[in-house]
């Protein structure tokens, strides 16, 4: 008795959690770029596992296994493996903006172009949260989505990365050992969405928006040395620095103190301070130096990189919003 | 149900940065609530971006536009637009863009009308968009603006697509729904036959501006057909159009007083009325109020001079 007086009472209860209203709208309507988008991270995610608990494992025991010196008894082909896989993941991970870029220009100019958007909005929904929920939502995504490839490319990255060439100053690894790849993904996401509402049209938003971010993201990455200061090594020190320091700038400082770049640096090959002092005064050289940002810039370096990244988002997410409301009455 | 539902003042929205780039320009208007309006009108002449922007999709250039009373953004929910190219999602089904009314229109959706819509075109709910015809889609468009269960609804060439029959069951289905709930209906046409019977108030208009607006029934009644020899003198009355054949005049007139002697007079047909102020550009703009129970009139032509 009890129950069924209950069960009249109670509300359906099927109408739980799930999504509804616009959001369900968004989930429905990008259900395939959110098929397409968890299928690339869970394959980078499994490819970076792989490298780390397979390649990397596979690398390492022959070489603790070694009875000769450790240079003689690096298992080449596997550690090549093992960079050439760090290589391309981190390829993946850093340009993957330019995929959302491109997607989310073609997939909001497609919606002007053939109306849906007019459709959405005259429905009891107003063009800004329209636009508000369709960058959310997709933004939840691709933050769960890049925070989880840059923490995995983190750990594959740590272990016994000066033995397969490549630096934290690369342009890859760059972007994608930190948040910054969080940051260029809601990039590509606000500049495809306002040229996609600036364009109208599908396939010019993609190509602009695509090609808005190459353009960008070279630049940046050009550019990132000078977002933080550089150290200056001076005399010997200037001459034995070691691959992991980013090199910026290198010259000689002559007698009368001026600073010459392009003199020759025929003291380079000295053997010990000494020898290299007394090859300097030979030259009539009294200094050398060089300006270079050492690993431990890795940070200063990304995270102001980041947030000029977060600052252009902001400012498309912005100019995006002004446009809409500009275009279609608003109150 | 009294009041407006529609009103622009000196409504105008240029596109681009041409000088010619005016879709509409200094348009005032009023229909009132209750009725159902043909919006006719040659190509260009401004009919779809004035119901884009009495459905809040387009702001003004100039001037003003209210709905229901208030501004189209706030009347949002209460305004229902189907737009000329029936714009859908392809990849959804006909079921799951019955679901996105539900869902985008929470707290006033009727499904069951629109599920009335969709059935009565015997369409498969779990046919993809993508897959129906042009009147099919009409049909699926039309369902989602009904189930919103609107105060005005705004359609934009909405039978273009569709089959006679099928024209003729939905333009059924519309008007009884209409009359049912004292929806107010805008409907643009350039198929004058389509709204004859189906409207009972004309809004004509030319190059951006209304050249003729009022009650259906009165607009006929201010206008007669005139016949009569080509010497034959028009005035005092306004000559909205006249065409010579051979030794014969044939001419729509808005009669100040009654027609001299050897004139033939005829009461004109909405497509008569439609058609020669067509072809004469010219003529003076015409608005009839029906404003309260007197039935006040304005004539345009004194009031406002038409564009040239």
Known sequence: MTTAARATIAPPSHDGPRPRGLTWTVLRLHRPALLVWTAYVLLLAGWLLWLRFVTLEQASTKLSGCPLSESDCTDAEAMMAFGDGVGTTGTLIAYLTYGVAAWAGASLGRELERGTAQLAWTQSVTPTRWLATGLAVPAVALTLGTTVLFLLYRAVWAPKHDMYGYQWYNPEPMVALGPLTVAYALCGLAVGALVGLALKRALPALAVAFGFMVLFHVYLDRNTRWLWPTERLTGFAATTVPDSAEHIDLGVITESGVRADDVLLNCFGAESEAAFSACMANHDLTGLYRDVHPPSHFWPLHLMATGVVLAVTALAAVTAFWLLRRRTATR | ?308
Not at chain 2, 157 to 171: F, G, I, K
Not at chain 2, 207 to 219: F, K, N, Q, T
Not at chain 2, 252 to 267: F, H, S
């Open chain 2, 1 to 308: 149900m009294t009041g407006t539902a529609l009103e622009a003042a000196a409504l105008g929205k240029k596109f681009g940065r041409r000088k010619a780039g005016w879709a509409l320009h200094d348009c005032t208007l009023r229909i009132p609530a209750g009725r159902v309006c043909g919006l006719v009108g040659p190509n260009g002449a401004g009919k779809s971006t004035l119901l884009a922007h009495a459905a809040g999709l387009l702001a003004p250039t100039e001037g003003s536009i209210r709905v229901l009373g208030t501004t189209p953004a706030a009347a949002r929910e209460r305004i229902a637009y189907v737009a000329q190219d029936k714009p859908l999602y392809p990849q959804l089904t006909v079921a799951e863009t019955l679901r996105l009314g539900r869902e985008l229109n929470p707290g006033h959706w009727d499904a069951a009308v629109a599920g009335r819509v969709v059935d009565e075109g015997g369409l498969d709910r779990d046919a993809k968009i993508r897959s129906l015809s042009g009147g099919q889609r009409t049909r699926v468009a039309l369902a989602l603006a009904l189930g919103k269960r609107p105060e005005l609804l705004l359609l934009d060439e909405p039978m273009a697509d569709l089959d006679p029959l099928a024209r003729h069951q939905l333009m059924g289905t519309l008007l009884a729904d209409s009359a049912e709930h004292g929806t107010t209906v805008v409907m643009s046409s350039h198929v004058v036959a389509e709204l004859e019977g189906s409207c009972d108030h004309l809004l004509l208009l030319g190059e951006g501006r209304v050249r003729l607006a009022g009650p259906l029934d009165e607009l006929l009644a201010a206008h007669t057909l005139v016949t009569g020899p080509s010497s034959g003198d028009l005035a005092p009355h306004t000559v909205v159009e006249s065409r010579t054949t051979g030794r014969q005049v044939t001419a729509l007139i808005r009669p100040r007083g009654p027609v001299g002697a050897g004139w033939q007079t005829d009461e004109p047909t909405l497509e008569e009325l439609v058609l020669a102020h067509l072809r004469a550009p010219q003529a003076p703009a015409l608005t009839l109020m029906d404003d309260g129970a007197d039935g006040g009139e304005t004539d345009g032509a004194e009031v406002q001079e038409a564009a040239v």
